[in-house]
């Protein structure tokens, strides 16, 4: 046996992040691992339990260490806790406060006075306004058999439940993602909570005692989530609402009511109310008829608060439980930016705030109205604008929204989530719909990007101690190339449907490049498929700096600036303290993008940005600058960055981004654009 003593410098303590890259690190070894605190003795490969020993800030911890590779996995966590377990030394300012707008909230004074008699306060947990009725939303309870099936039958319906909310929960991933990819980790959370150790054992001994799947499982979620919320730090009791709502979720899976108790919207747009929202309730609002939120309780480090923010709907928390008694229908005005509901407002509440809505919106309207117009500035220079997408329903939103192709299709989709690869059939099948649904415009298909965040069942990759510099993306497929002979073959045949392009990600040098091409004209001589285009992702600072030796081989350039800002400024964009510092705006990363552009076009190569930065208005402009050819954004983005394009001048977007070069910092160079 093996002892470590640790404290605990996070600030925030062993909250969600930090704990879950402490209990990745445990899983991966076969020794049994046990953490100390106070009275607590908990197993370390068990998320909930690791959560519930309540570590604060300064918090000693004793790790036990039992097995044939102790002396391995007490090297990993020692240099994992002493790296700050994924937020560094520096003290991680709460997700929810780091999503909140940079203004702070109006002193107390005048919010006092602004505050009617027939008003409400709460805590600001997402700003914006929200105009309209009341509708509450109640939540249903599950009804549970009272039969017990026999061990090994109920056993099967545990698991069955448990894989199909594992496939939810993916689903609610992918639908956060589209919209805000860093808050769509909260999902992976909740997937990780699932497969707990401790909680799926606690289960299991329950059935073992003659209870049955749903009285087992309900029983272990109120005993896991009541004791998180005893804790005395909010940050870490707000995950109660994190485990109930996973448990929820398998609770109607096991009733076999998952779609008893389905809202019953009104006709019209309402302000919803509830005593509380899950993470999945929040995720799962309709902005069409949902145009904010208020609750009882909850706080804004929830993570229904932070999605929210991701979804762009104003939300007030912890109102009180007045708030409940409001009858359905009655008008309010609900600001998430100072925590205050009007409720009856008079005329003049309701018009000042209704013309605070209105410049917005008509800008908005705008921009959807010119939505399938191409993005040409002042000076009459085109910048085409994409979609970045994620399946076949994307794509169907894409083409309706304006979108002048796919920059970006994701094929991890087809690979998360099975315990099998897809096979070449099925994958031919979903390019085949993406192709005709782009309707002959321009598809950008990226190889398997996995590896790093996103591991598969079935492709065993060793543990890394830094999976974002190991195997993953091209050097993942090349060494495994059944997978990519499949996939390569898949999207040939399918070709012929549409306007297809191949893209390779995370090429560092010549050799991948030589190798991948290779094997595509392999494969399209084969099956006699026609020529695709074939281009690689500009991520890895080596490839930036050789796009002019690329340029002569490959056909396109695409820059994903998410992976690029990480490797050229060795920050985590995940990461809770340096994400703000983690800007695709540092000129570092803005010389590796016009070193690319420069080498591309040389060659006469385009070159398009299919990272976050394309959506960001204050990069557009210096994008467009530097000569990126194309911007692939998220759906919901493109009528905006369109419109945005058509405001500026390319003469003078050249003088910002040189001047954004020779700046020093991310923070001037956005101080540059503001001005």
């Known amino acids: 046996m093996k002892q470590l003593n640790f404290v605990i410098d996070n600030v925030t303590g062993l909250h969600a992040r930090p704990a879950k890259v402490f209990v990745k690190i445990a899983k991966q070894f076969k020794s049994d691992i046990r953490v100390l605190h106070g009275s607590k003795k908990v197993n370390a490969k068990s998320l909930i339990a690791v959560l519930g020993l309540g570590v604060k800030h ?15 996995a007490a090297e990993a966590l020692q240099t994992a806790v002493s790296a700050g377990l994924g937020e560094g030394d520096h003290a991680p300012e709460p997700a929810a406060v780091r999503s909140a707008p940079s203004k702070p909230a109006a002193p ?31 939540q249903t309870a599950v009804t549970l058999s009272q039969e017990f099936a026999g061990v090994a039958v109920e056993q099967d319906r545990l698991e069955t439940a448990l894989a199909h909310g594992q496939e939810q929960l993916f689903a609610l991933r992918q639908k956060v993602e589209a919209h805000a990819p860093d808050e769509a980790a909260i999902f ?46 909010p940050l870490l009791a707000a995950r109660a609402a994190d485990i109930r709502d996973v448990g929820n979720r398998i609770l109607k899976l096991l009733a076999g009511d998952e779609a008893a108790g389905e809202v019953q919207w009104p006709d019209h747009p309402v302000v919803v109310i509830a005593h509380d929202l899950t993470p999945s309730d929040t995720a799962t609002l309709d902005p069409q008829k949902v145009l904010g939120f208020a609750t009882a309780v909850g706080g804004p480090t929830a993570h229904s608060a932070i999605i929210a923010r991701a979804l762009n709907l ?22 998430g930016s100072n925590g205050i509901i009007q409720v009856n407002p008079d005329d003049a509440a309701q018009k000042e705030a209704q013309s605070q809505l209105a410049a917005a919106k008509q800008q908005q309207q705008a921009a959807r109205e010119q939505a399938d117009a191409p993005a040409i500035t002042l000076d009459n220079h085109r910048v085409e604008i994409a979609a970045n997408i ?35 059939d099925e994958q031919f099948e979903v390019y085949r719909q993406i192709a005709e649904a782009m309707a002959g415009k321009p598809v950008i298909i990226r190889t398997l990007d996995i590896g790093g965040d996103k591991p598969l069942p079935y492709v065993k990759v060793p543990p890394e101690d830094n999976p974002f510099l190991g195997e993953r993306g091209l050097r993942l497929c090349l060494a495994r190339p059944e997978l990519m002979r499949e996939q390569l073959r898949a999207i040939l045949r399918a070709a012929s449907y549409g ?61 994903g600036t998410n992976d690029l800002t990480q490797y050229t400024l060795a920050m985590d964009r995940m990461h809770p303290t340096l994400a703000s510092k983690s800007d695709g705006l540092h000129p570092a990363v803005l010389r590796l993008i ?82």
């Not at 990780?192 to 029983?219: C, F, M, P, R």
Request: with cysteine; net charge negative; glycine share 8%.
């Open 314 to 335: 104003p939300a007030v928390v912890s109102v009180g439980e007045g708030l409940l008694e409001i009858a359905d229908g009655t008008a309010v005005i609900l600001n």
């Open 58 to 72: 300064g918090g000693a911890i004793q790790v036990e260490l039992d097995g044939v590779d102790e002396e391995l």
């Open 108 to 138: 107390a004074p005048v919010a006092v006075e602004a505050l009617p008699k027939n008003g409400l306060r709460g805590v600001a947990a997402a700003p914006g306004l929200a105009i309209g009725p009341i509708f509450q939303l109640r």
């Open 188 to 233: 992976d959370v909740h997937r990780e909570l699932l497969a707990d150790d401790d909680l799926l054992e606690t289960v299991q001994q329950k059935i073992e005692s003659q209870q049955n799947a749903g009285q087992a499982w309900q029983a272990t979620i109120e005993e896991k989530a009541a004791q998180m919320a005893a804790l005395d730090d």
């Open 499 to 559: 306007s297809l392009r191949i893209m390779f990600p995370m090429v560092a040098d010549m050799s991948e490049w030589v190798a991948a091409k290779s094997m595509v004209d392999e494969i399209r001589a084969e099956l006699n498929a026609p020529v695709v285009p074939v281009g690689i992702m500009i991520e890895i600072p080596a490839a930036a700096l050789m796009t002019d030796l690329f340029a002569k081989e490959v056909d396109f350039f695409s820059i």
């Open 390 to 424: 994620g399946g076949v329903a994307d794509a169907q939103k894409a083409n309706q929204s304006g979108a002048e192709g796919v920059g970006l299709l994701r094929t991890e989709f087809l690979f998360l989530d099975r315990a099998t690869p897809p096979s070449e």
């Open 594 to 675: 016009d070193a690319t552009v420069r080498g591309a076009h040389a060659s006469g190569k385009w070159v398009g940005v299919c990272g976050a930065l394309g959506a960001d208005p204050q990069a557009a402009p210096i994008l467009m600058g530097l000569g990126v050819d194309e911007l692939s954004v998220s759906v919901p983005s493109i009528a905006m960055v369109k419109a945005q394009i058509r405001t500026l001048s390319q003469a003078e977007a050249q003088k910002l981004a040189a001047k954004a070069l020779a700046c020093a910092t991310a923070r001037e160079v956005r101080e540059l654009v503001r001005v």
